[in-house]
């Protein structure tokens, strides 16, 4: 009896944890075959000021790389519609992430195929440098990345990461402000409308502005970084 009682836990047991393994296999298939489409509302730039995602207007944030955004964003404008499919990070309330594969861009589909420059290997190399701005990019005076620059406006898009966490804003005036973690892990409220401040060191292009702050004020909140 004790025999036949263990055979049966030992079996619900292969069931119950086969199932949890389809389940877990299933959201992981569905987060790889995510279809997402709406219109352009903003083009996002990376810290060199280069396109490489666009948000929608339907929440999602569609990120594809620099070197697929210049392409995209030499066929598309803000306004336009585009269709992306890829994997899907978590929804939350600011919007979602959607890490994209392939791309319906004007009539064309486009597959995305990761690259970039190979860290070489081996204990005699050192780190790998910083990429270099894109052709196009409209450079400030002096060192690109040491301008200093000050913008204000109200928080029109919230910026995320493949967790849904707040990364970054999109104010009212079109500036883009990178919003480092110590920022979302204070709790700030990043409510539309919201007053913002910033100055840092910015990073201009044909696309917008992208700040990275030394001083950030939210709403009635100050924040200051070592840059």
């Known amino acids: 009896m ?21 389940a877990w296999g299933a959201q992981r298939l569905w987060q790889q075959a995510t279809t997402t489409q709406g219109q352009i509302v903003a083009f996002i730039l990376d810290p060199a000021g280069r396109v490489e995602g666009v948000a929608l207007d339907n929440g999602d944030q569609v990120r594809f790389g620099a070197q697929t955004g210049e392409f995209v964003s030499s066929r598309v404008k803000v306004g336009d519609r585009l269709t992306a499919t890829g994997r899907a990070g978590t929804r939350s309330g600011y919007g979602r ?25 081996g204990p005699k190399h050192g780190p790998v440098p910083p990429p270099v701005p894109g052709a196009g990019m409209i450079l400030p005076e002096g060192s ?17 990461d493949g967790h849904g966490q707040a990364r970054g804003l999109i104010l009212s005036d079109g500036t883009q402000v990178a919003l480092p973690r110590a920022v979302a892990d204070a709790g ?31 709403g009635q909140r100050t924040f200051s970084f070592d840059r």
């Open 188 to 218: 700030v409220t990043l409510d539309a409308q919201t007053p913002v401040i910033v100055e840092g060191r910015a990073m201009k292009s044909d696309f917008g502005v992208r700040v990275e702050p030394a001083r950030l004020t939210i």
């Open 97 to 121: 992430e959607v890490r994209a594969t392939t791309l319906q861009v004007a009539d064309q589909r486009v597959e995305i195929v990761p690259s970039g420059p190979q860290r070489p290997k």
């Open 144 to 160: 690109a990345l040491e301008e200093k620059a000050t913008a204000q406006g109200t928080i029109k898009l919230v910026l995320v």
């Open 2 to 22: 004790i025999l036949s009682k263990s055979k049966y836990a030992i079996a619900f047991l292969i069931v119950f944890g086969f199932g949890v393994l389809l």
